[in-house]
């Protein structure tokens, strides 16, 4: 296999196609150089603002925070949103470990719980009386199941006076928020933005700043220097706190530019084109399952499979082929999981599907002959 291989993975994922002519043109540009108390790093900050707001349909009275990973702004989040008690839907390792990070801030943490592999019906969420946030997980990475939007908004509606706020790492750019039925999301960028790791963005809204404020009135510990309110005060003026992964926020200013340049439809639209492509393979094959029974809560971005046979040898023989998907995240599981982000095109993802039906073939009728035995 002389060709790159192609990168499946949730994250790191493979990158955005244009992110090399970009980061060519940056270091040229010597972006990594210069100041962040810059007019030059200001109108990065602002066009990269101005471009998220687009992308997300974004109203007035948000702002958009760079951090290191979203696993700090889970963190943000919990010490600057939440009093006392946040309520937190759990289905798998990203929803648990945000969870989890509450307890270790010494907050309570109220959680509903359905096992690996399920979703949440609106009807049967029940949200703790207690409960300052409301904490989804939208696209649960480990299992592939997805929230849909309208359960997020319509528990929003239901829940006026506590904040809502999403992980949405794995799926964003896909989902299409309402933004006035959620008070904040996150991304980190090595996912379906295709960049690489190191950026995680906030987005929240005034309400959750009025709640950090409320807080800090009270003598509690907010942070420092990422603390919501500093956070806030130099977003004001299209600064960080500290100095920020510049080269980072230029590339996704580039990236999210070329993705509004294609078209945030055609982006979803394609999106939901591999997806069914895949999902459609997998049901008819008689090597993989489905794993998400529920179709509502089956993820379009990550796409997780049981394989009928261990799955590590076929994970190793599409990687021999030349394409790299991901395994199971839970360890007692024969699973497979692969991406569907915007940086992989629909003949690309052809190839992938190819590629496995090869190999069911080779293994199911040619056994042994080859040089895939499963
Ligand atoms: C990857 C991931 C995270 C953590 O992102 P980092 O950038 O590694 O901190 C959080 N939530 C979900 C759903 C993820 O997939």
Redesign the pocket.
Known sequence: MTMNPLYFT??PAATYPTVGKHLAQALQDQIPSISHRSNQFRSIYQDTFEGLKELFDLPAGFGVFFLG????IWERLLQNCVEEAGFHLVNGA?SKKFYDFAHLLHKKAFKQEVPFGQGFLPENINVHYKAEIIAF?Q???SSGVATPVETIHQIKEQNPGRLVVV?A??SAPYPIFDFTKIDSMFF?V??AFGLP?GL?VWIANEKCLAKSELLESKGMLTGAYTKLTSLWKFFEKFETPATPNVLGIYLLNKVVKDMLAVGKDEIRQDTDLKAIMLYDYLRESELFDVFVENPAHQSNTVIVANTRKPAKPIIDALAKKGFIIGSGYEKSREQIRIANFPATSVEQMESLIEAMQDLEEQGTGNRGQGTFII
């Not at 990973?69 to 700090?72: L, V």
């Open positions: 949730a994250g990973s979203a696993t700090e990203f997980t696209n649960e990475t992980d790492v794995s980190s090595q996912k790791a995680g």
